[in-house]
């Protein structure tokens, strides 16, 4: 796969990840370790909660998406780099058979003025499950380093 330089990066561009699926005994070993919430970890209690059955947690949803995003074809000079998120939200749990891939949209390109050589990359990202529903979603800004160094 190719690296892309800020240069490289236009609004309107595109990406989508391969797919990855998630099971019960993931969801549930993510959230023993990180989020023990009966939701995440039992499927009886889990039927008595909000979520009406095993959900994933919102956090092992993001952990699934960074997992996607860095096996795509988006692929920054000096790594992916996050520079904070915009907007951030969960509008449907992930659930054990889920299959899950990322879109990628690319928002904006923000040369610095500060600091020549690189940039910030506004982008879409979108989690869907298979039936092309959006589990997560946000807007993150990604450091993104240009093709020449500053001359001194």
């Not at 990406?15 to 099971?23: F, G, P």
């Not at 390109?109 to 959006?134: H, Y």
Request: glycine share 8%; charged share 25%.
């Amino acid at each position: 796969m190719d690296v892309h330089y800020l240069e490289d990066f236009a609004p309107g561009q595109r990406y989508i990840s391969q797919r990855l699926r998630i099971d019960a005994d993931q969801i549930k070993a993510f959230a023993a370790q990180f989020d023990p919430q009966p939701f995440h970890l039992d499927e009886v209690a889990a039927e008595k909660t909000f979520f009406r059955g095993l959900a994933a947690s919102g956090w092992h949803t993001a952990a699934l998406t960074m997992k996607l995003l860095v096996g795509s074809d988006v692929r920054p000079a000096g790594g992916l780099i996050g520079a904070g998120f915009e907007s951030f939200n969960w509008p449907r749990p992930v659930r054990p058979g889920d299959e899950l891939y990322i879109e990628c949209e690319v928002l904006e390109v923000l040369p610095s003025r500060s600091r020549p050589g690189q940039g910030i990359v506004r982008v879409r990202i979108t989690t869907f499950n298979q039936n092309a529903e959006p589990v997560q979603d946000g807007i993150c800004k990604m450091l993104v380093f240009g093709r020449k160094a500053p001359q001194a």
